[in-house]
């Protein structure tokens, strides 16, 4: 992990209320207990297999109640002391199991110790020194006999998706879909249109990875399955719900679509009203109008939905359209952790909830699994100049939000005037015009490129690029006035009326302040700049009230 990942794995950790089951922090200042550090390394990677995490973290020299870096010196100055824990580890765990790294950084002037801890494999509960080990909030444990069995289980459990329905055929399925299916598997590989074109239905099943050996599966319900062969997946639900919504979230319309799937999408497709959306425009530099929304984006958000829904909690995948956007939801935790790792890695997830699923909607042309998909969705979103796509990853399932238009014309401009921007840095930008919490360093880095001024939370659009977009007078507003204004407007107030509680200026000098601080910002500004006329003896004051200085000028 590059020094900028690092950043913001230590903020995203130290943000969490509190430690979980896969986060563990300490202070270790000088040293750390083996014997416990050994403890700590089962009973998170055991808890990152039962959360179906991807890793958990063991952090040093970060206390664990505020949250406050102090710094470690534990086995410091000797790289590879540190990266002998590797095998001194892998000495007493299950099957020699050890840190996926172990990464030292450089915070506040102070160092931190992060150790990324893999999952427990599939089926097979980790223990140090035969002793298995797991996690109660904070506390350490013995992992307890359900959560043990839990991850023996695993062993045993078959992809959802990959299940042969029992007493299902291909008379189950429906000729249009299966039609289809092999119009999309052409389009996909063509240079086997001829031999597709041989094949048996069975046949074309079997090699599309639809079906196991001419036997139905789960996914092959999904897909292809007739509306009532939905039973066969029971209690699992086959239906996409498409709600429409006024602007005060009142439901106007709903529609529910069955399997198969394949087929159905496209009616889902034309339930959403994609209107044009015009731009004012700018010189002749924005397009007159457009699609509010990109027909792949769409496509490509609601087949994820499909793919990686958790089919076996139940529940029904959801497309909510809006006035000027759409939001996704399905079931389930996002395997991949966060949005970030996507974008950041682009390339395809090691494991997948649906795995023969996934395959089968590859196969048929309706996913990627080359790890683009979804950072081509963002892509489509810069290239008109509209917000990102935004995640909510809470509560056991994934919500997918699209804005159909321009949110804030500053982001729009500064996007149009810096062609150049990687899609990491538009992310960042797209989190202040949200007024969502950036990471220190993602603060830096646009304050370093020019972006951004203020100071957080309250960012906005920098001079420079305000200029350049014609934003000048919107750039001075946000300013906000000069010290040499606040001082005259004080001492004209007291010459006129002779004295006034500080809470007068605030009234008087709240509107006129700089749009880019807080409320406390603006008071501390006032109460200092009192305290400096007071200290240069321009004013005075006399209990609560502040008066002209007998003495000052």
């Excluded at 980790?126 to 062993?155: C, P, T």
């Excluded at 939001?327 to 997830?349: C, H, L, M, R, S």
């Excluded at 042309?365 to 509209?386: A, E, H, K």
Aim: hydrophobic share 40%; with cysteine.
């Amino acid at each position: 992990m590059t020094v900028e990942e690092l950043n913001r794995k230590l903020f995203e950790l130290c943000s969490m209320q509190a430690e979980n089951e896969v986060v563990e922090f300490k202070t270790a200042k000088e040293s750390f207990d083996f014997q416990k550090l050994g403890k700590y390394f089962s009973a998170l990677s055991n808890e990152a297999n039962l959360k179906s995490k991807n890793e958990a973290w063991l952090v040093f020299g970060v206390e664990n109640t505020h949250k406050k870096i102090v710094g470690s010196n534990y086995r410091i100055n000797n790289r590879a002391l540190l990266d002998n824990l590797k095998s001194e580890i892998a000495n007493k765990t299950t099957n020699r199991i050890t840190f996926i790294e172990i990464y030292e950084l450089f915070v506040q002037a102070v160092r931190v110790v992060m150790f990324q801890i893999p999952p427990a494999p599939r089926g097979i509960p980790i223990a140090w020194e035969g002793h298995y080990y797991g996690r109660e909030d904070e506390s350490l444990n013995a992992l307890n006999i359900e959560e043990f069995e839990r991850i023996r289980k695993q062993a045993t459990q078959a992809d959802w998706s990959a299940v042969i329905c029992d007493n299902a055929s291909l008379d189950d399925l429906d000729p249009q879909a299966i039609n289809k299916a092999r119009e999309n598997y052409k389009n996909k590989f063509p240079e086997q249109s001829d031999l597709v074109n041989s094949w048996s239905d069975e046949t074309f099943l079997n090699k599309a990875k639809i079906t196991i050996r001419g036997k139905i599966t789960r996914a092959a319900v999904l897909l292809l399955g007739k509306p009532e062969s939905e039973h066969f997946i029971s209690p699992a639900e086959a239906k996409i719900r498409w709600i429409l919504k006024d602007n005060h979230n009142t439901e106007k319309d709903y529609a529910i679509f069955n399997c198969p799937f394949i087929l159905n999408v496209d009616d889902v497709y034309r339930k959403i009203r994609n209107l044009k959306y015009r731009y004012i425009r700018d010189n002749s530099l924005f397009p007159e109008e457009v699609d509010q929304y990109e027909p792949f984006l769409i496509r490509e958000a609601l087949h994820n939905c499909i793919a990686h829904q958790d089919y076996s909690i139940g529940g029904r995948v959801n497309v909510i359209e809006k006035e000027d956007e759409l939001v996704f939801t399905n079931g389930g935790e996002f395997i991949p952790g966060t949005i970030e790792n996507v974008i950041q890695k682009d390339a395809p997830e090691e494991r997948y909830r649906n795995p023969f699923l996934v395959t089968a909607m590859f196969t048929l042309n309706m996913v990627d699994t080359i790890g683009s998909g979804i950072r081509r969705m963002f892509n489509f979103q810069r290239s008109r100049f509209f917000p990102m796509p935004e995640y909510d990853l809470s509560d056991n399932r994934v919500k997918v939000t699209i804005i159909g238009k321009v949110l804030d014309s500053d982001f729009a401009k500064a996007l149009l005037q810096n062609p150049d921007l990687s899609l990491e840095e538009i992310i960042m930008l797209d989190k202040v015009q949200k007024r969502k919490e950036l990471l220190p360093f993602e603060v830096e880095h646009l304050k370093q490129k020019g972006l951004v001024e203020g100071r957080k939370p309250n960012l906005h659009i920098s001079a420079n690029v305000a200029a350049s977009t014609g934003q000048s007078v919107d750039y001075m507003k946000t300013r906000g006035i000069d010290d040499a204004f606040i001082r005259k407007t004080i001492i004209d107030y007291l010459e006129k009326f002779g004295d006034a509680k500080r809470e007068v200026f605030e009234k008087i000098l709240f509107n006129k302040l700089s749009e880019g601080l807080s409320d406390n910002q603006k008071r501390t500004k006032i109460k200092h700049t009192l305290q400096a006329m007071k200290k240069e003896g321009v004013i005075a004051s006399v209990g609560k009230k502040w008066t002209i200085s007998n003495s000052g000028a």
